[in-house]
């Protein structure tokens, strides 16, 4: 995808002799931050991740980036990293977060000291070190929006009923509203950005996305598992999209201001993007409308309507969304079949594979 140019007016913090730190580097997000670093010639990449959600190995996504010569990195926590002495910084990335409404799951009740202790921690380096932090927030802040469009200038919505995937939003809440007001006090030199519905190449159902849920489904001829009436708003937004917003907030991002960053023009339901896939695909599979309870259990919860208003983060970023629903599922998909056996099946995810062998056995019972 063709990028807008950057508006050299405006100072850059991200240049060619920067030291950039990533946190969860190794993640979905973050293997696709790496490619575009690499391409903007930074000299020098640290990637400190614990692999807790990486939806590919290590060597694969080292495989495919275009070149690994200026990437180190430890595979640890935030924490065990600090405590080692690291070396100095330019830029913090930090997108080391649990993740994915059925990720969040097996955490509960741990998500918020999680994310406010590595967010703490990053500020204190930042703030002795004279980095710029670039702090990954989340969309789920807002709850439902005004009828699923979210402004940064709304309301942040907490529901009356308490789950696991609002304790992952009050988390990541928290840790920006910490920051922001780090950035009043003593002039903590950070900017936040909110994704809406990353999707893209190497994305796992591992964590509940529905992308590659479908198109895993497709390729395997099972039905495709739409969750309730498929009548959910989502809008989805280019992986690549997503990390040239972070990389322009990185360099031209104002301290203590939040960004959406989000493709506006992407709007469907998610029964719709179900007939996207099956005719991307020409898989004979069906759709098949179910509670998602039933895959995940009592504790997993869907998320609202929620579609960005991203105008703060093209008017003062230069950021422009180039990615297409369409071209989403060409560049997933043709990612997806490719991948070796071993891959595929952690991009599918575990319950998609569950699924498959119960339709394997149905299958043998009715011979």
Request: charged fraction near 25%; include cysteine.
């Amino acid at each position: 995808m063709t990028k807008t140019l950057e508006r050299p007016s405006e100072p850059n913090r991200l240049g060619p002799e920067s030291r950039v730190l990533v946190t969860g580097g190794f993640g979905f997000l973050g293997g696709h931050l790496l490619e575009q670093l690499i391409d903007e010639g930074v000299a020098q990449i640290h990637v400190v991740d614990d692999l807790s959600t990486n939806p590919v190995s290590v060597e694969v996504l080292l495989d495919d980036l275009p070149d690994n010569s200026v990437l180190t990195y430890d595979i640890t926590t935030i924490a065990n990293y600090l405590k080692s002495g690291p070396d100095d910084f330019d830029v913090i990335l930090h997108l080391a977060s649990v993740v994915g409404p059925a990720g969040v799951l097996e955490h509960g009740g741990r998500i918020i000291s999680s994310i406010v202790d590595d967010t703490y921690a990053l500020a204190d380096y930042s703030l002795e070190r004279g980095s710029r932090l670039v702090d990954v927030s989340t969309s789920e802040i807002y709850g439902g929006g005004r009828d699923g469009l979210c402004s940064e200038d709304d309301s942040k919505i907490v529901p009356a009923e308490t789950s696991y995937r609002l304790e992952y939003a009050v988390g990541k809440l928290a840790a920006e509203t910490a920051l922001i007001n780090l950035n009043t006090r003593v002039d903590l030199d950070v900017t936040i950005v909110r994704p809406f519905n990353i999707a893209g190449p190497r994305q796992s159902g591992a964590g509940g996305f529905v992308l590659p849920r479908f198109l895993a489904q497709a390729r395997l001829g099972l039905p495709l598992t739409v969750f309730g009436d498929g009548e959910a708003r989502r809008a989805f937004s280019h992986v690549s999209d997503l990390c040239d917003g972070i990389i322009r907030a990185a360099k031209f991002g104002e301290g203590g201001v939040a960004y959406n960053l989000g493709n506006h023009e992407n709007v469907l339901t998610v029964g719709d993007l179900a007939d996207r896939v099956l005719a991307l695909t020409g898989s004979r599979s069906e759709k098949q409308f179910i509670d998602p309870r039933t895959i995940y259990g009592p504790d997993f919860t869907e998320a609202n309507d929620k579609f960005p208003a991203a105008g703060r983060a093209i008017s003062e970023l230069g950021w422009k969304p180039q990615g297409g629903v369409d071209e989403i599922l060409r560049d997933t998909w043709d990612y997806m079949v490719a991948a070796s056996p071993e891959t595929f099946a952690n991009l599918a995810g575990p319950k998609l594979m569950e699924q498959l062998v119960e339709s394997q056995t149905q299958e043998a019972i009715s011979r």
